[in-house]
């Protein structure tokens, strides 16, 4: 009973909160400093429920499985309104920071160009860059791992090359493919060559001795020990990598287009309308970013644990 | 947090406080671009001492790619900045309250370079060709003009295609685009310098097209010019500041020379900046009352090729109070 009281009194300062950040008019925290107080009350209450959610979701029961995304869902809330509250509260000017509500409002009433944006930048650029540049790295580490004199000297030249900072090769990618898609594809192959290189000669090479000496009993032919032995072994390393590089793809393509684009693109919508001072569709285009380079690490994670479901951290570690 | 706010407040009272007592008043001047003779007004009269002469001890920030003098503004990290009207009529309409006090150039320096050899010889030309546009700020010109034209900046036949240009002339040496966005002081030159003679191009300037706009303008904060003290010490750069620009238009040569010696980057050459000098020059207002005062008639036609885009609206409203003349009043009086 008295739970039941202690929760809905911190739902309730929490709601009182969010109801001050929506009604009270622009630069409150400026003209009554005493609002500020009720920020205390409020992260106690926030850090109970968390408490109380902790407990619930450990407890083991049914309702625990709905419980445990309550968690990091009512954390977000609470940052989100800190900081709305600073900006309403403070009057800072939307030039320099916009209001998460603003950033909503942005993306929701700009779905058809933020649509475009991303089919040029994710569905054209980022995907055409990793599939060919993982590929690259892939079909290089195969040649390597069978010739010491082409691994001695790739390594060096690959390491030299990832180095290279984006900014640098992406104008003069944009002189030498022009300003559409390719030239941002080339920068990711670029970028995301070596990963999958280093990773898949790594993977290729730690074959255990013990099943080496299997095939070998098995009189395996070089293939079969290549197709059923070495390349499963690599997947590992090499999901490594494709988790690596479509985080690299992605950075690599905004930033190319920094330096040059037709006028549609992720990294486009970015810059222009920072120089329009359009700070929120800025920061809508942000969080279309960070929602499509979520989704595509997942997807890999899921890929990785159904194909890898031998491995030893799929199968013990990762069960909660 | 009310605490480190008390800390904070006193801080910042006790750092205004001192502001007031100093001899020579500090100033932040941000720029719109990098050091060079588009700037040249500002550093000949730092050179020459013409805003010590005032009390004023200036610091010139450069600008460059991805700097937005009007952020810089609104951080804080400048007082007064030189910026383009549209970008900063925009910017007010945004909700940072800038307010011209002083505009250095009346005529526009923007055109748009073409290859003959794509086959155009006016702008009815355009359809269906590829056009290399600034942004950052800069399209608001370009955007009205396709406008006026009718042409959709989609692409296709009927419109034209754009590329967002980086801040070189490269689309029209790769063949990348038929036309490049240059200023009559700057890319121009490094068209004719990259190989490309005259007779291979066609120029369109914006003045002749009837869609220019007022350009290198400073512009300060709304809330500082209630303040008279801030009024007179922005008389006294403006003052000073506009000392600096006769000299310049004076003695290009000069002025160049005193450019090149605050470039840090050392990218800036003897021969360009001469040349930048003079073009700029003939862009500076001589309007009767001189350099640095803005015409309420150049005022009115800018915002109202800024309204009449009507596709892409760079501003939706006629802006009020987005300039004063009490600086440069007040500067008379000096």
Redesign the interface.
């Known amino acids: 009973m008295l739970n039941i009281i202690k929760l809905t009194t911190y739902v309730g300062l929490i709601l009182l909160q969010l109801i001050l950040v929506m009604k009270a008019e622009v630069g409150f925290y400026q003209q009554t ?1 005493a609002l ?2 009720i ?1 205390f009350a409020v992260i106690f209450a926030v850090t109970q429920l968390l408490n109380e959610l902790t407990r619930i979701s450990e407890a083991m029961t049914q309702q625990a499985k709905w419980v445990k995304p309550l968690i990091p869902a009512l954390f977000a809330f609470c940052l989100l309104l800190i900081w709305e509250s600073i900006i309403k509260g403070f009057a800072v ?4 920071l916009p209001t998460p509500s603003d950033i909503l409002f942005a993306v929701f009433n700009n779905i058809p160009t933020l649509w475009a944006d991303f089919q040029q930048t994710y569905l054209k650029a980022v995907l055409a860059g990793f599939f060919l540049g993982s590929l690259s790295g892939f079909i290089v580490a195969q040649w390597a791992v069978k010739s010491v004199f082409l691994r001695n000297g790739l390594l060096p030249l690959g390491n030299f090359m990832s180095a290279i900072p984006i900014v640098g090769i992406a ?1 003069i990618m ?2 030498w493919f ?2 559409d898609w390719q030239s941002k594809a080339a920068v990711i192959v670029v970028m995301t060559f070596f990963p999958m290189f280093i990773n898949t000669l790594a993977g290729l090479q730690s074959v255990d001795a013990i099943h080496r000496d299997l095939m070998h009993t098995y009189a395996a032919k070089k293939s079969q020990i290549f197709l059923k032995s070495q390349l499963p072994q690599s997947l590992p390393f090499v999901f490594n990598a494709l988790k690596l590089n479509s985080t690299l793809a992605l950075i690599g393509a905004i930033v190319a287009e ?6 549609v693109g992720m990294g ?1 919508r970015i ?2 309308e ?5 700070m929120d569709m800025v920061w809508a285009t942000i969080v279309v970013a960070a929602i499509a380079g979520s989704l595509s690490y997942g997807a890999l994670a899921l890929l990785e644990k159904s194909l890898l479901f031998w491995h030893p951290s799929i199968r013990s570690g990762n069960k909660r | 947090m009310s605490k480190t706010l008390i800390s904070i407040a006193t801080g910042i009272t006790l750092f205004a406080s001192s502001f007031t007592a100093s001899a020579a008043e500090k100033l932040n001047l941000q720029l719109k671009w990098v050091t060079q003779a588009q700037f040249a007004g500002y550093y000949v009269a730092l050179e020459k001492g013409f805003y010590k002469a005032q009390g004023i001890d200036l610091n010139i920030k450069p600008g460059g790619p991805d700097i937005a003098p009007a952020q810089v503004l609104a951080g804080g990290g400048a007082d007064v900045i030189v910026d383009w009207m549209p970008s900063a009529l925009a910017t007010r309409e945004k909700g940072l309250p800038l307010v011209n006090i002083g505009q250095i150039y009346d005529k526009s320096g923007m055109m748009l370079t073409c290859l003959k050899s794509s086959g155009i010889s006016s702008p009815a030309d355009f359809k269906g060709k590829t056009l290399g546009v600034w942004f950052f700020g800069n399209e608001y010109p370009f955007l009205s003009w396709m406008s006026k034209l009718n042409y959709p900046t989609t692409g296709g036949k009927d419109g034209v295609t754009v590329l967002k240009q980086g801040f070189n002339v490269d689309p029209i040496f790769q063949g990348q685009a038929d036309c490049v966005s240059t200023m009559t002081y700057n890319e121009y030159g490094q068209v004719l310098d990259g190989g490309l003679s005259n007779d291979e191009l066609v120029l369109f300037k914006y003045e002749e097209e009837g869609v220019a706009t007022l350009e290198d303008g400073l512009y300060v904060l709304e809330k500082n010019l209630k303040d008279p003290k801030k009024v007179a010490t922005y008389a006294k750069f403006l003052k000073a500041t506009i000392q600096g620009w006769e000299w310049a238009a004076k003695n290009p040569k000069e002025a160049a020379m005193i450019v090149l010696e605050y470039d840090d980057t050392g990218a800036q050459t003897e021969h360009h900046q001469i040349r930048m000098m003079t073009e700029v020059a003939k862009l500076l207002s001589n309007s009767g009352e001189g350099i640095g005062y803005l015409d309420p008639a150049a005022y009115e036609r800018t915002v109202k090729v800024l309204l009449d885009s009507d596709s892409a609206p760079v501003i939706t409203k006629k802006p009020e109070g987005a300039y004063s003349h009490i600086v440069f009043d007040k500067m008379k009086e000096l």
């Open positions: 400093s500020l107080f920020w000017s939307p030039v320099l104008p944009v002189m022009g300003f920094f330096f040059g684009t037709p006028i486009f810059s222009t920072v120089g329009r001072m359009n």
